[in-house]
């Protein structure tokens, strides 16, 4: 029996360790096929700015060239503008460099197809099976390069599209840009809609000197005595690409995602109902406030919420913890959208983002990820997923879209995954109270280390934050 070479695409693109499981070798092989896929036509590629990203760039850009597609190269730039871009120009698709909120040793890639969307489970598997298919152009037939830099256009158009109608604040924001590429555009945007801005971490370093890429609780929240000191409104974190966006204010500290999310949800809403898909992590906030604005709240797999978008009609909002896709601005993930769009609603309503914040309803949520081996990581999940279905099964509502979640008659519920892109079990829950929280979270994790210390592992990292 021929074994089953290992699944290329995981939870959102492409991810591994460089060189080991992402190198210059894969991005030939794969750009072969991504040629294939786009019938050979215009392309753009863009990238992050980890210490690899410009290598596997240049392997990918070559290999599709050589393929017969042409390819527009855009160089560092942020993921939101490559996507912009395909939409903007026109273009066949896109691929962007990137390993998002990784540690800085990985690497990896997004597709985007026609109108700026990524692409989907269907086309993710018709590219894996043609990795070692797909075949060079003849020398009559290869593409052609170009460069273009699209920073300009992508200001003015998004500048445009949230345009202050009547400013009544002006806010004082704090924008860390991770050391990535938002810091080209980010700051201008804002600063230009009328915000008082500061840039910190806004040096451009794939090493990720100034913190971790990922822009979680732990990470952030040491900045919350500078915010205080400085007498800011809101602290506005990207990731390493700035797809992700987190949100940290003065009083309230880190923002839960799910209130951001039924922040955007309670405004699109109240221009016209719609259905909105949000991954199977998102809580009872989001839930909430769709169902008060009258519209339905779908549940879909973590990094395939556009998916759900494509699927369901009249769906007004998509998104999952971090990210969101409004499609009055475009079908693609974008960080600086969200920042922007967030400042506009300060200005116009006159109030800071904890004020506006008020009426969004605030549950204790955690989340945990737990160091698995990567060879232990699947048979760990299932012997933990046995041991919860046995437990609960007949106490509480089990669904099993990404991962087992479970929901209890109480409105508390607990989601255990395997992560798509590192060696860890994750562990997300939320609860009426912070004990009862604590308790769910506690009774699953001592299942996952009970599993681990089995097989004679004992975990190198647990990283757990508990928001009240």
């Given at each position: 029996?021929?074994?089953?070479?290992?699944?290329?695409?995981?939870?959102?693109g492409?991810r591994g360790v460089?060189?080991?499981?992402?190198?210059?070798?894969l991005m030939?092989?794969?750009?072969?096929?991504?040629?294939?896929?786009?019938?050979?036509?215009?392309?753009?590629?863009?990238?992050?700015?980890?210490?690899?990203?410009?290598?596997?760039?240049l392997?990918?850009?070559?290999?599709l060239?050589?393929?017969?597609a042409s390819?527009?190269?855009?160089?560092?730039?942020p993921?939101?503008?490559l996507?912009?871009?395909?939409?903007?120009?026109n273009?066949?698709?896109?691929?962007?460099?990137?390993?998002?909120?990784?540690?800085?040793?990985?690497?990896?890639?997004?597709?985007?197809?026609?109108?700026?969307v990524?692409?989907?489970?269907?086309?993710?598997?018709?590219?894996?099976?043609n990795?070692?298919?797909?075949?060079?152009?003849?020398?009559?037939?290869?593409?052609?390069y170009?460069?273009l830099?699209?920073l300009?256009?992508?200001?003015?158009?998004?500048?445009?599209?949230?345009?202050?109608?009547?400013?009544?604040?002006?806010p004082?924001v704090?924008?860390d840009t991770?050391?990535?590429?938002?810091?080209?555009?980010?700051?201008?945007?804002?600063?230009?809609?009328?915000?008082s801005?500061?840039?910190?971490?806004?040096?451009i370093?794939?090493?990720?000197?100034?913190?971790?890429?990922?822009?979680?609780?732990?990470?952030?929240?040491?900045?919350?005595?500078?915010l205080?000191a400085?007498?800011?409104?809101?602290?506005?974190?990207?990731?390493?690409?700035?797809?992700?966006?987190?949100?940290?204010?003065?009083?309230?500290?880190?923002?839960?995602?799910?209130?951001?999310i039924?922040l955007?949800?309670?405004?699109?809403?109240?221009?016209?109902?719609?259905?909105?898909?949000?991954?199977?992590?998102?809580?009872?906030?989001?839930?909430?406030?769709?169902?008060?604005?009258?519209?339905?709240?779908?549940?879909?797999k973590?990094?395939?919420?556009?998916e759900?978008f494509l699927?369901?009609g009249n769906?007004v909002?998509?998104a999952?913890?971090?990210?969101?896709?409004?499609?009055?601005?475009?079908?693609?993930i974008?960080?600086i959208?969200?920042?922007?769009?967030?400042?506009?609603?300060?200005?116009?309503?006159?109030?800071?983002?904890?004020?506006?914040?008020?009426r969004?309803?605030?549950?204790p949520q955690?989340?945990?990820?737990?160091?698995?081996?990567?060879?232990?990581?699947?048979e760990?999940?299932?012997?933990?997923?046995?041991?919860m279905?046995?437990?609960?099964?007949?106490?509480a509502?089990?669904?099993e879209?990404?991962g087992?979640?479970?929901?209890?008659?109480?409105?508390?519920?607990?989601?255990?995954?395997?992560?798509?892109?590192?060696?860890?079990i994750?562990?997300?829950?939320?609860a009426?109270?912070?004990?009862?929280?604590r308790s769910?979270?506690?009774?699953?994790?001592?299942?996952?280390?009970?599993?681990?210390?089995?097989r004679?592992?004992?975990?190198?990292?647990?990283e757990?934050s508990?928001?009240?």
């Open positions: 029996m021929v074994p089953l070479l290992p699944k290329l695409f995981g939870t959102s492409v460089f060189p080991d499981r992402v190198n210059p070798e030939i092989r794969v750009g072969r096929a991504i040629a294939q896929y786009f019938n050979r036509s215009s392309l753009v590629v863009g990238h992050d700015a980890r210490t690899s990203s410009k290598a596997l760039s392997a990918l850009t070559s290999s060239i050589s393929s017969g390819v527009v190269d855009l160089g560092l730039t993921i939101g503008v996507a912009w871009s395909v939409k903007k120009f273009l066949g698709g896109g691929i962007y460099i990137t390993a998002s909120h990784n540690p800085p040793q990985y690497n990896g890639f997004k597709v985007f197809k026609r109108g700026g990524e692409i989907t489970t269907v086309d993710e598997e018709i590219i894996e099976e990795l070692d298919r797909a075949s060079y152009a003849s020398w009559s037939e290869l593409g052609r170009s460069t830099n699209p300009e256009d992508y200001v003015s158009e998004l500048k445009s599209s949230l345009s202050v109608q009547h400013s009544r604040y002006k004082k704090i924008l991770a050391n990535g590429p938002t810091v080209l555009v980010a700051p201008r945007i804002l600063t230009d809609i009328g915000a801005i500061l840039v910190v971490n806004g040096d370093d794939g090493r990720f000197p100034g913190r971790y890429p990922e822009p979680r609780p732990d990470v952030l929240e040491p900045l919350l005595p500078v205080s400085v007498g800011f409104d809101a602290l506005f974190a990207f990731d390493g690409d700035g797809d992700r966006l987190s949100v940290v204010t003065p009083n309230r500290g880190f923002i839960k995602q799910d209130r951001i039924a955007f949800a309670q405004r699109i809403l109240s221009e016209r109902r719609g259905v909105v898909v949000v991954s199977v992590d998102c809580g009872n906030a989001v839930r909430k406030v769709v169902e008060d604005a009258g519209g339905k709240m779908v549940l879909y973590l990094g395939k919420t556009h759900g699927k369901y769906t909002l998509a999952e913890p971090w990210k969101v896709i409004d499609p009055r601005w475009g079908l693609w974008d960080g959208y969200q920042a922007a769009y967030l400042t506009k609603l300060m200005m116009e309503e006159g109030k800071n983002l904890e004020h506006i914040l008020n969004i309803p605030d549950f955690a989340r945990c990820s737990i160091a698995v081996p990567e060879d232990l990581k699947a760990v999940y299932e012997e933990v997923v046995e041991a279905k046995s437990r609960y099964s007949e106490k509502e089990i669904t879209i990404d087992l979640r479970i929901d209890f008659e109480d409105s508390s519920w607990i989601l255990i995954r395997q992560s798509g892109t590192e060696p860890k994750r562990l997300y829950a939320e009426a109270d912070i004990e009862r929280l769910l979270v506690n009774s699953v994790l001592n299942l996952v280390l009970s599993s681990l210390s089995s004679g592992v004992k975990p190198h990292s647990i757990k508990i928001l009240p």
